[in-house]
């Protein structure tokens, strides 16, 4: 089938879906309030409840939410073939990933801008409070330590990325500085500010950074603890001086990004060399239910709960903005998947070079997904989507070179975003666990910053010089998507409180909870079998916790149903 077909026929799908079941979810469901007041404004204290106009925080959201998630997800499904990936990712993100984010905004906005995991106490009970709190501080100590090896690891295969986004943070400062001091058009100075980092872009191209080892660490253990001194910075300092207009940055910069990837598609509308369907790929597992943990970010995604609570929630200017910076920005994400697809099934077709040899079609897909090793590793999916996306936009006349950095530079500062993000939200988590156990101490921004990134760093070091994190790399997928699933749970017995259908959050909820406990038995299995106790021990906690919570809520549903 031709690519193009497939990207104009996903996009016309996902604008239909926002404006008919979107809107449905919003008025009948969430029953948006255009006129109530939101936290931003009832707790406004001018570093994290900071009102912002929708266009700006549409950006933050984006850029928090997507990451390397929508790229390195589809990057490896593709593997049984393009069409179960386009399919999960269509259906996923529209009936499952879109309400998720949505209902988490919508029920953090009725709560004071609380998180999803301390408005379970007050939904279900203080017990699922607790346990739902610690599976979050799991998942996003797992975030942020592999999120720093994942940066590392663009800048190693990517040294013409490094100066870009580096020097993307003072241009998003300035920009900062004018918009919110000086008052100027975030707009006009948000499009000057892009054009500066694009200048960076090629300067970057032509003059690449390698760090070289020192102090007896490898560069990506160097790369490691610089980004996280990074993290603990940017998530410390107000929303208005570095992540909001960075983010907003990065939102053109994506808005740019996939204009030229549509562009190239439209200029060279490769065919799909990959097989529809593959369920027979060496060493691949079973297609179920793996699958729907491998493919999280396009579809569903748990970490997107806690960014709609935690961080957008907080800024959210008005409830009628709810839909199109939660809803609206989940089915962008998909749309994103759906590319990765095309590059990775299309136009990795155009031309791969592999050790000298250049291959084209069938057998540059056949080269690059020779088996599940082989496609699994986090440098040749980033690859698979780069040297795809790189031959379809230089398709329109770009420089090849200039296109790599660009997509080099464009994977990094999207997972810096998260990096960052996911910093503030682990912040967010050990000060609410701290009042819990009654440690108000520990809970400040600086001593809770510290320990997200103490720990994270601990763990990145464990083993592999700053890659320790990457033990723990199979637990990411069943962790993450685990999250969306009880916070579907949540979702639901708030809806059943208020004595409003349930239908639209339970059975997505029932799904993933479903695949998750699936999927992660399959795994504690293997890591038992393969003496992999880290891991065993990790996921037995993890399970154990999780399925408690499920237990509390379904007891607390039932009793819904009988009153």
């Known amino acids: 089938m031709n690519s193009l077909i497939i990207a104009a026929s996903a996009a016309v799908l996902y604008i239909i879906a926002y404006h008919t079941y979107g809107r449905f979810l919003g008025r009948k469901i969430f029953k948006v309030d255009p006129g109530a007041k939101c936290p931003s404004e009832t707790h406004h204290d001018g570093i994290d409840f900071v009102a912002t106009d929708k266009t700006v925080l549409f950006g933050h959201h984006f850029t ?61 009970n203080p017990r699922v409070k607790s346990l739902f709190m610690l599976i979050i501080f799991f998942a996003l100590w797992l975030v942020i330590a592999i999120f720093g090896v994942v940066i590392a690891a663009v800048f190693a295969i990517f040294p013409e990325s490094v100066i870009p986004v580096w020097l993307q943070l003072p241009i998003a400062i300035w920009l900062g500085f004018m918009v919110y001091k000086k008052g100027k058009s975030h707009i006009t100075y948000g499009i000057i500010a892009t054009i500066l980092m694009y200048a960076t872009i090629i300067i970057g191209a032509y003059v690449p950074v390698n760090m070289p080892e020192a102090f007896g660490m490898s560069s990506v253990g160097i790369w490691v603890i610089a980004l996280l001194i990074y993290a603990y910075v940017a998530s410390t300092l107000p929303v208005t001086v570095l992540l909001q207009p960075r983010d907003y940055i990065n939102a053109f910069q994506l808005c740019i990004a996939m204009a030229l990837l549509l562009l190239g598609i ?31 970010c396009g579809a569903i995604s748990g970490f997107h709960c806690l960014v709609s609570s935690g961080t957008s929630s907080k800024q959210c200017d008005a409830e009628t903005s709810a839909q199109p910076i939660s809803y609206g920005g989940m089915l962008l994400e998909g749309m994103l998947a759906i590319i990765v697809i095309i590059a990775c099934a ?4 155009l031309g791969l070079e ?41 398709g329109i006349g770009l420089p090849k070179g200039v296109v790599l950095t660009l997509m080099g530079v464009f994977v990094a500062s999207f997972a810096a975003t998260t990096l960052d993000t996911a910093t503030r939200l682990q912040r967010y988590i050990i000060s609410e666990i701290a009042e819990t156990v009654k440690v108000p101490a520990l809970g400040k921004t600086h001593p809770a910053t510290f320990i997200a990134v103490a720990t994270a ?21 069943a962790v993450n998507q685990l999250l969306g699933g009880l916070a579907l749970l949540v979702i639901t017995v708030w809806l059943a409180r208020k004595k409003i259908n349930i239908i639209f959050t339970a059975l997505p909820m029932v799904f993933m909870i479903a695949m998750t406990v699936w999927g992660m038995s399959l795994n504690l299995f293997s890591y038992y079998a393969d003496e992999k106790w880290l891991l065993f021990v990790i996921g037995s906690i993890i399970t154990v916790l999780q399925t408690w919570m499920i237990i509390e809520g379904a007891v607390v549903l039932a009793k819904l149903r009988r009153n």
Do not use: C
Request: charged share 5%; no cysteine; aromatic share 10%.
């Open 64 to 124: 928090s939410i997507a990451g390397t998630g929508p790229i390195v997800g589809p990057a490896i499904a593709v593997i049984w073939g393009w069409a179960p990936a386009l399919i999960w990712i269509l259906v996923g993100s529209i009936f499952m990933g879109a309400v998720h984010d949505f209902g988490s905004m919508m029920i953090s906005l009725r709560h004071q801008g609380r998180t999803i995991g301390d408005i379970a106490g007050t939904v279900i």
């Open 266 to 296: 439209i200029v060279t509308h490769p065919p799909m060399i990959a097989p529809a369907t593959n369920l027979d790929a060496a060493g691949a597992p079973n297609l179920f239910p793996i699958l729907f943990i491998t493919v999280a």
């Open 457 to 477: 760093l601990a763990l990145a070091f464990s083993s592999g010089g700053g890659k320790g994190a990457l033990a723990l790399w199979p637990l990411f997928g």
């Open 346 to 349: 299309a136009g990795i077709g």
């Open 354 to 394: 592999k050790d000298g040899t250049t291959y084209t079609g069938v057998a540059a897909f056949n080269q690059q997904y020779s088996s599940w090793a082989a496609a699994g590793g986090l440098g040749a999916k980033i690859e698979a989507f780069v040297t795809g996306a790189a031959n379809m936009i230089s």
